[in-house]
């Protein structure tokens, strides 16, 4: 990005007297639905700047600025949620401010300064390897406990843990499966290996010789869709004959079994970015997929049990409950007051974080106790969990006591987002014009859309959010 096209566009230089690390920082004023608000970044030296009061740490420092000294916290009361594809890795290849980024995030002991969770949609391995990755990616030890897949929140959905449910996806399903507490599995392959018959779109994998099952399988009770699968003919064939025989797909179809059979689905995402130039398809491309195949062949929607990943309700919950546990290990006694979602995406990273803000805002507001949502309208049933089906006592009572009072949005540049687009005069007109890539149950309101701060990438992401909270860990 150069310095002229960053000026032209509204990209000016962060910096604090003495510090050695600059940041590009977008201004916008953007006007969100329901009133209006201002998100405008300035240097950290203005008075502008909207510190929080509620940033002051037992222990802290004064430091030198225009106008006065500032307070300076050493203990954080924020946290940061970070999404992986985009904004630290594009495919397999690591983005370079990843890894300076998260070198002002440790101590020289490697600790980290400030709680950190990785939110990412991705579903297609298990926690720890996911870490190993991250670990190795930016040369910082990163914990399984600070990884947050897509399926994750399935850990909490206890009721189907005893029940043969149908997976889909791809990676080590079963084991994941297993990871996250479901104790009959199935993959489609097995499936398929099964019911021979079911999967006949290529014609080189129909089988000569037909063999009857030595085992059968049991009902099918529910179907879990992890991510995108491999063979999207074969899983979409398997899940519509397990869904229209009401688990037994060996069956003929039976239209008036309906609603269905329950369907959980992770990760939503529309699309990706990896190497290549362009978006690639994304999970997200496989559900509009299936939920179009069923609507077709019975004039009925296909409903979800639940929807997790960004930007449901649940998985920021979810990991708003990782970012206290950290801090509750770490004996941080300062509360969490403020969260960071640093993502790539309008639709899943920046709107989920609105979404959640919303939400903080008016629980803090109403003063109530926040019930776990994993639901959204157009769901098989009431959006709340209740504490007798899927979420048991002891994960309702930990997502129920949020304790953030904020969920702020940065977006940055380097993955699904292009700045490098003219910019419209009329920001609002333009956003309203958008052809909405969330998933069919999200109503789509611009204001959701619209991030809080705009970076170039993680590193400056980072060195702004230490501005913005007035944070000296070192």
């Known amino acids: 990005m150069t310095m002229q096209y960053m000026e032209r566009v509204g990209f000016t230089e962060l910096g604090c007297a003495g510090e050695r690390a600059h940041s590009w920082v977008f201004h916008s004023h953007l006007h969100v639905s329901g009133g209006s608000r201002s998100r405008h970044v ?127 996806g791809q990676g080590p399903l079963l084991d994941i499966a297993q990871d996250l507490g479901f104790c009959q599995p199935i993959t489609i392959e097995t499936l398929r290996e099964k019911h021979p018959l079911l999967d006949v779109v290529d014609h080189d994998r129909r089988p000569n010789v037909l063999y009857p099952s030595a085992v059968e399988l049991p009902k099918i009770e529910a179907v879990v869709l992890f991510g995108e699968p491999v063979r999207w003919e074969t899983n979409l064939q398997l899940i519509i004959d397990v869904l229209l025989t009401s688990g037994y797909p060996g069956n003929p179809y039976h239209r008036e079994n309906y609603p269905h059979i329950p369907v959980l689905a992770c990760n939503m995402d529309l699309m990706w970015v990896a190497e290549a130039q362009s978006p690639r398809f994304g999970h997200g491309t496989f559900m509009v997929c299936l939920e179009n195949i069923y609507k077709k062949i019975t004039g009925k929607d296909l409903k979800y049990e639940a929807l997790m990943g960004k930007p449901s309700k649940v998985t920021y919950q979810y990991a708003e409950y990782l970012i206290r546990a950290q801090a509750a290990e770490r004996q941080w006694q300062h509360p969490i007051h403020t969260l960071y979602a640093v993502g790539d995406n309008l639709m899943t990273d920046v709107y989920g974080a609105n979404l959640y803000n919303r939400y903080l805002e008016e629980n803090s507001r109403q003063g109530s106790k926040s019930w776990v949502q994993a639901k959204v309208a157009g769901g098989r049933g009431p959006a709340a969990l209740s504490q007798d089906e899927e979420i048991d006592n002891s994960w309702e009572n930990e997502l129920a006591s949020a304790a953030a009072a904020h969920c702020r949005s940065v977006l940055v540049c380097t993955g699904v987002y292009n700045p490098h687009t003219e910019m419209p005069l009329d920001t609002r007109a333009s956003i309203a014009e958008t052809v909405f890539h969330g998933h069919r149950d999200f109503r789509f309101e611009p204001g959701l859309v619209e991030p809080d701060h705009i970076v170039p990438d993680v590193d400056a992401a980072v060195d702004l959010v230490f501005q913005l909270e007035n944070f000296a860990p070192y």
């Open 42 to 168: 300035q240097g950290c030296a203005s008075s502008s700047i909207p510190f929080s009061a509620a940033v002051a740490a037992p222990i802290s420092v004064l430091c030198p600025a225009a106008g006065g000294m500032q307070q300076l916290s050493v203990l954080p009361s924020f946290g940061f949620l970070f999404d992986i594809d985009g904004v630290l890795v594009r495919g397999k290849t690591p983005i370079p401010a990843a890894k300076t980024a998260f070198q002002k995030l440790v101590n020289s002991q490697g600790q980290f300064v400030v709680p950190v969770v990785f939110v990412t949609n991705a579903g297609n391995c298990l926690r720890q390897e996911k870490a190993d990755q991250l670990s190795q990616l930016l040369g910082v030890a990163i914990s399984q406990d600070q990884v947050m897949m897509s399926h994750s929140p399935l850990r909490m959905f206890k009721r189907y843990h005893d029940k043969c449910v149908l997976v889909s």
